[in-house]
Each structure stands twice: as C-alpha cells, then as structure tokens.
C-alpha cells in the first residue's frame, strides 16, 4: 500500500511516498528557512504563501521520485495539525482536492504522531523494531512532550498497529529548540540556533562555564519541563557582562553579510562564550535525558525514542546513548532527515491510521492545537 503523505504544519513544505507504512520511496523537503531568518523565527503569513507557492511542485517531485503517478497512489496522508493554521490549511486542502478528483482515502495525521513514526520508519531501516511499551520524547522548535506509547493490538507490537499514546508531560512555556533559537539569536548567532549551538557547544574544548544553570525543578508534574527561565538566564549574564557586546556586534555584521556558517562565526566566538554555549547545552541535555529516563523507569518501558528537530543534538545523542546503556534501556532517534519536519513520518503515521480505519470526508479542518493524548 503506498501512501501519499503531505506536511505543511510549520515552516517545511514537504511530500514523501511510504510502502506499507516503512519503506521510503521518495521524501521531499521545501524548508522555507531563508525566508523566516531575516526575521529570527518563523512568521506565519509568509509560510502560508511559501507553502502555497511549493506544495504542487513538492508533490510532483516526491511522484517523481518514487516513479508514481497520482493514480498509482492508495491512499493520502496529511497533517492536520498542531501548527500554524494558515500552514496547514495549504496541505489540508491540497490533500482532500487530490483525494477526492482520485477517489482515494483521506487519512488525518497529527503531527506529534508523525514524528513517532519516524523513529520506527529509521529503526526499520537498520533492521530494529524498537520494543513496545516506549517512552517517546518529541523535541522540537515547538513541542517538548513526553508520552508513552503502546500498541491498541497485544498481537502486533509495532508501528503498523494502532499506536496509544498517554502523556505524561509537556513544556509549561517555551520549547527546548524554542531556547535555541531564542538563545542564538540573543547571542548573534543566526537562526536557526539548534545547528550552531550545537557545534560551538562542541568545539567549546573544556572552556570554563562562566555562569552555572541549576536544574530546573517542576513544582506538581515533575515530568514537565519549563525552559524560558534558563533563557532568562543567559539573557541577564549578557546584559550583566558587557565585555560579551563587542563580540555579539560583530558576528550581528558577519551574519549581515551573510557569514553564518560554523566556519564564519566559531572565530568570532570567545572562550567565555564558547563557555557560555556549552553551560546552556548542558542544562538542556541533562533535562531532557534525566526527565525521560525517569518517566521510562516509572513506567517500565522497553525502549526510548527520541525525535522531533532537537533530536538532531549531538550530545543529546551521546548523552542518552551512554545514560540509556547503563540503564539497560534500548535508545532509538530518526537520523537527522526524519528528526526534522518531513513527510515520509506523516505518511507513515497514515498507514497505521488506515489500518485502524481512521479516514477523513472533505469536510476534514485544520486544528492548529490536536492533542496527541
Ligand atoms: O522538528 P522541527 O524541524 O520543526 C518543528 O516542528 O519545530 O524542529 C526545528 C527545531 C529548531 O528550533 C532548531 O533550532 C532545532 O529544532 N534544532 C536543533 C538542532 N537541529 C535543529 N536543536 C539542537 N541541536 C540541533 N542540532
Ligand atoms: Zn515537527
């Protein structure tokens, strides 16, 4: 069964085709970063156009590359939300068009359940099936959520069952790539800030932690994560050390010009910055990982899966490894092209949707806040 799968949530317009809901026969991104970073994040208004500009060319290309027509196609995934309404409009309706002129199957997809799947669709890829009950961490520029995933069917115990989720907890403010972004931007470092924080924070060779970020403790669920203090943070050191203004103006200048590359901007970084980067990624990590074992040995999971656009973190990446191996818990990301926003997870999600029976008439909205649990 291949299905068509369309993704318009945020700020990447993206098509893929999926066979049976775990080959990728074609996956297609359109990220509309260049447009938003003059503006240091994403704005809704101009990926809506973006989106409406892309979408058709997207879908050709991801048909193209599976070597499909759009009659070959069995069914049509397409996210319907959470996300930006104006973006998801775009696929929604482009989706239920197609669906309805090629007589096929509607099927809606959350987002957050995409993102599941394309932990599952790269374990396949490496011969795994992640063992279920998992404790599942999606982490992104808008969404830090932890939830439990099981199958509804106690004979089938992978992706192409229907999947329940239970969350258990969630970010109270901002999300972790949120403090990212936020952080890179108050430190002259571009946008997006999760690529280059992560490799300064890489390079940083052992300098000095000029300030220390404790940990963040949650008053009531202590599996909810809360990061805008920790941006507060780094935001008053800065403004407390004026010997960071120089250096802040001129990387602002470099990325003017239109240097933002690692190569560009780690000389223009000072130890104590270089210091500064590591610190804030540290208290990250150590929140993410330490929360997500916590909920994974409570609840007795199998396995954890970590996905969503921050799961691209290096040392987020090294740090569950090590902290999972101990714990003698199976560990499972996305390689960094399922982390980020796609369609192939959409698609994917679809399948197990369909299978469950879940469709949707023309009469299908967008719901910029679906709740995966
Ligand atoms: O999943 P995604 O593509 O879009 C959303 O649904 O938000 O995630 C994008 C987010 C951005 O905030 C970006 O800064 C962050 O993921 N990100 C990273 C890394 N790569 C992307 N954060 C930390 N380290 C990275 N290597
Ligand atoms: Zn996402």
Known sequence: MRILGIESSCDETAAAVVADGRE????????????????????????????????????????????MQLTDVDAIGVTQ????????????????????SLGKPLVPVNHLEGHVHA????????????????????????????????????????????????????????A?????DKVAKLLGLGYPGGPILDRLAAASNGAPAPVKFGHTKMKGNALDFSFSGLKTAVLYHVRENAEYNEEIRHREEALARGERKFEHLLPLCSTKTLGLVREFQNTVVRDLVERTLSAAEQLSAESILVSGGVAANSQLRSTFEERAKSAGIEVFFPSRVLSTDNAAMIAAAAYSRFRAGILADVSLNADPSLALA
């Open 176 to 180: 972790a790539g949120e403090a990212y």
């Open 24 to 67: 990728i026969l074609s996956s297609v991104v359109a990220s509309q970063i260049d447009i938003h970073r003059k503006y240091g994040g994403v704005v809704p208004e101009l990926a809506s156009r973006e989106h409406l500009r892309q979408i058709v060319p997207v879908v050709r290309e991801a048909l193209a590359q599976a070597g």
């Open 119 to 174: 932990v599952f669709l790269e374990a396949h890829k490496a011969g795994r099936v992640p063992k279920l009950p998992a404790m599942c961490l999606i982490v992104s520029g808008g969404h830090t959520v932890l939830c439990e995933v099981k199958s509804e069917n106690p004979a089938v115990q992978d992706a192409s069952a229907k999947l329940l989720y239970r969350k258990l907890g969630q970010t109270r403010d901002d």
């Open 81 to 100: 939300g959470p996300g930006l309404v104006g973006a998801l409009l775009v696929g929604i309706t482009y989706g239920k068009t197609l669906a309805q």
